[in-house]
């Protein structure tokens, strides 16, 4: 199937794409500030270089694009119908480098809390689904648990 634009537009629209400071990282970021955690943004001496960073709390978080990062079952994770050689390899790049990074924060006792975009776009959407994920991701922050994926 042809791209329906052409190769210097797609160029232009991916050029757009950014990988820090954007709406969902923002929007998540401001509301842990307005309960009180402080934060680092994109720290670089942390493995995979997370969204955030509570060093108080030891705590990586991640804010992943559905589409980029492959979750599973949501509808925001399509393959695009042109170049799907391409697509399959970038997306499997991204995956194995997600569980590389997952392995090394974790060797390390690093917490991990991966929230998904769907999962920010239904907070924005209800605001008691925003209070019970943010009471979630708060009892977290001061639990023994490891890992967590919202």
Known sequence: MADIKTPEERSQ??????????????????????????????????????DIWLKKYNTAVFVHGCFWHRHNGCKYAYTPKSRVEFWSDKFNKNINRDKTVRANLLEQNIKILI???????????HPDDEAEILIRITRFFSSTEMFLEL
Request: proline share 6%.
């Open 13 to 50: 629209n991916m050029a757009k794409i950014r990988s820090r400071n954007t709406k969902p990282e923002i929007w998540l970021r401001k509301k842990l500030f307005s309960l009180g955690y402080r934060y680092r943004n994109n720290v670089n001496n942390v493995p995979g270089h997370p």
């Open 115 to 125: 929230v998904w975009e769907c999962t920010l776009k239904k907070m924005q959407k």
